[in-house]
């Protein structure tokens, strides 16, 4: 049963440090994305890959984080420095090489929370 | 540019039905549906296309009205696995790029 994998599932951390949230897209999979969800701003787009590139980062701010694939079975967001109105649950999703139906298929989530 | 759901919250009881509706201020290339139950991620329901494809599960139905930017999400005899919160996503060109709506909270009662 593919998924898409996400770690941590949960993180606290103090305001000022670096976070790092890891996600494995499905294998086959060449396209990513990473996704912010709050209860005031809803499911947000911050970025996304296809074929390891960044098409689109535009809902990131850019101060502060930066998104990576290193490989086509690793993408990495990152937070320096985290502030407390960055506390959401990150999603990681993954979808198939383009065709008519571009689905995507979500990650479990990592739940942070900056004090 | 986030499109617009309605009603904000619905509540069925078993076997009753529900629409749900999702309204673009933009033209549109696709609408995608996803179902996301309390502390779990969102899950693909149903994507339609411009020109009338769709793709999604055999118990749920959708339209999409290209000249209204609208679509809605049809929920029939309604069972409680349905319960959940829904969400449209937008998609303005064919660019896999989604723009979620507002969400729809769905509670089914036995």
């Known amino acids: 049963d593919a998924r898409v994998t996400q770690t941590p599932r949960d993180k606290v951390t103090e305001m000022g440090q670096e976070v790092t949230m890891r996600c494995q897209p499905i294998l086959g999979h060449n396209t990513v994305f990473w996704y912010r969800q709050t209860m005031m701003q809803g499911l947000e787009l911050l970025a996304y890959?296809?074929?390891?590139?960044?098409?689109?980062d535009s809902g990131m701010p850019k101060d502060r984080f930066s998104a990576e694939m290193p490989d086509a079975t690793l993408a990495t967001l990152k937070i320096q420095p985290s502030e407390p109105r960055d506390s959401a649950v990150y999603f990681c999703a993954s979808g198939p090489p383009t065709g008519a139906y571009n689905e995507q298929f979500f990650g479990p989530g990592t739940r942070l929370t900056v004090l | 540019q986030q499109p617009v759901q309605s009603p904000q919250a619905v509540i069925l009881r078993e076997g009753e039905d529900a629409v749900i509706n999702c309204s673009s201020s933009k033209a549109l290339y696709s609408v995608h549906w996803y179902r996301q139950k309390h502390g779990e991620a969102p899950v693909f329901l149903m994507i339609l296309l411009k020109g009338g494809e769709q793709k999604g599960h055999e118990k749920i139905s959708a339209s999409f009205n290209e000249k209204k930017q609208q679509s809605s999400l049809y929920l029939t005899a309604s069972q409680l696995s349905y319960s959940g919160t829904y969400f449209c996503?937008?998609?303005?060109?064919?660019?896999?790029?989604?723009?979620f709506g507002t969400g729809t909270r769905l509670q089914v009662f036995p």
């Open positions: 996503g937008t998609e303005l060109g064919n660019t896999d790029k989604l723009i």
């Open positions: 890959f296809r074929n390891r590139a960044p098409l689109d």
